[in-house]
């Protein structure tokens, strides 16, 4: 690997880290070049080794778990969305989902980062059109539903995120990976239409869905 390169963002890795864990002058220029420091770093491996870190969940393994740097992808967009870099999420986001295939795991945490942010700016239309193409080429994956759920709630369409809801908090779903993301957008969804006994039946799930996982860690 270019050292030098790695080196450098490695450091500024770990600097923006402590930064953020210990509340200390949380540096956003600082992460900014970390990231960026990180998209140059995996391009120069491609220049000479072009199936390096080919696959996301390769990331790590491919850099020796020197930087844990998965992780801290996700506490550079953690910070960009607490600060409301919006522009910075969705470019941010962009730039991974580009930079990596998706054949062996899904973008979706980018993906749902991305339609938050485009929610948050206000640019419903190009997040409607975001999350249909989303849904379109990942229909099981819940965190697409669900980002498309809470996107028909803000723009108060009712109806329309119910029967979308009501596809995915069947029984067969329950277990999968962003289970409690869909059950999220359902209960704000009926604590939005004031539908109580459907509330209800979202928070058993979530309390059921809850149990599972804790019992799931203790094995």
Known sequence: MNS????????????????TLTAIARDEACWN????????AITEERESN??????????D?????????TECLEAYLNHMEAVEKWEVVISSCNRVIELFSWNRSKPSQFMYRKGNALMALGRFDEAKRFGKQWLEKYPNDLYAAAS????LVAMGCFE????LTEQYIRDEYCCQDGADTIFMA?????????????????????????????????F
């Open 160 to 163: 329309e995120a119910k029967t």
């Open 186 to 218: 359902a209960y704000r969804l009926y604590e939005m239409t004031d539908d109580i006994n459907a509330k209800q039946r979202i928070e058993h799930k979530i309390a059921e869905y809850n149990r599972m996982m804790a019992n799931k860690g203790n």
């Open 148 to 151: 498309n759920a809470y996107l």
């Open 50 to 59: 072009p199936d390096f870190a080919a696959e996301y969940v390769d990331l």
């Open 61 to 69: 393994e491919a850099t020796d778990y020197q930087y844990n740097l």
């Open 33 to 40: 070049e970390a990231f960026e420091l990180t998209m140059l």
């Open 4 to 19: 030098k390169t790695w080196e450098k963002a490695g450091e500024l890795l770990r600097k923006s880290r402590l930064s």
